[in-house]
């Protein structure tokens, strides 16, 4: 089993910035993709950004230039640094790992709230 612990989230204006924190624990393996995603009100579940522990990294459009994702693999941890956020970047946000050992493995953390007021 994998536990994931998201923090960094809240309230803030236009403009500005937050950054998200998810600490992984458990049975961990070196393969690996750590994960965001957010969900909006009445939206499906997409991804955000995303890292492999071999060091490449993908973003979506909506985000592309404003948010930069990072892992620190000495602590088994992945940040999410959000610039230029936009009231459409509202959303909780989900960590997520994906792992291969013989089979892919997934978990989730448990979300934490990203309000971004006009």
């Known amino acids: 089993q994998v536990q994931l612990v998201e923090s960094g989230g809240g309230l803030v204006q236009a403009g500005g910035s937050l950054r998200l924190s998810c600490a992984a624990s458990g049975r961990l393996f070196s393969d690996n993709a750590m994960n965001w995603y957010r969900q909006a009100p009445g939206k499906q579940r997409e991804l955000v950004a995303g890292?492999?522990?071999?060091?490449?990294?993908n973003y979506s459009d909506s985000v592309k230039g404003r948010f930069t994702i990072s892992r620190d693999s000495t602590k088994n941890t992945v940040f999410l640094q959000m610039n230029s956020l936009k009231p459409e970047d509202t959303a909780i946000y989900y960590c997520?790992?994906?792992?291969?050992?013989?089979?892919?493995?997934?978990?989730w953390g448990q979300g934490t709230q990203v309000t971004v007021s006009s």
């Open positions: 890292t492999t522990s071999r060091g490449t990294t």
């Open positions: 997520n790992i994906k792992q291969v050992h013989l089979m892919v493995f997934e978990y």
